[in-house]
Nanobody, 124 residues
Framework: QVQLAESGGGLVQAGGSLRLSCPAS????????MGWFRQAPGKEREFVVA????????YYGDAAKGRFTISRDNAKNTVYLQMNNLKPEDTAVYYC?????????????????WGQGTQVTVSS
């Protein structure tokens, strides 16, 4: 079992940047594909981006393409999300998650371990 703890959220103006971090403990981090999801008030949790266990492949949701970058450092057991050119519609709680089953990277149902989330608020 892996434990995840996101950090790096906060309040930023539109056009600004944030870098989220998600260190893992109690598990073989390097054996998991990892993803970032977000959930805005009153909305479903939605896929943002994912990265394979070696970092060799990445998968981006439409909202993240061209603005967000996922990366990982297996030596530090950490996955990152660099977010640039933030928009008010990016406001949400952001979660990192470890993928535990086969199937689509885009489906939250294939992820079994989740962090507690970190709030990102983008003001206009």
């Amino acid at each position: 079992q892996v434990q995840l703890a996101e950090s790096g959220g906060g309040l930023v103006q539109a056009g600004g940047s944030l870098r989220l971090s998600c260190p893992a403990s109690r598990g073989a981090f390097s054996t998991y594909d990892m993803g970032w999801f977000r959930q805005a008030p009153g909305k479903e949790r939605e896929f943002v981006v994912a990265i394979t266990r070696t970092g060799g492949s990445t998968y981006y949701g439409d909202a993240a393409k061209g603005r967000f970058t996922i990366s990982r450092d297996n030596a530090k057991n950490t996955v990152y999300l660099q977010m640039n050119n933030l928009k008010p519609e990016d406001t949400a709680v952001y979660y990192c998650a470890a993928k535990v089953s086969g199937g689509s990277y885009y489906s939250k149902y294939n992820y079994g371990y989740w962090g507690q989330g970190t709030q990102v608020t983008v003001s206009s």
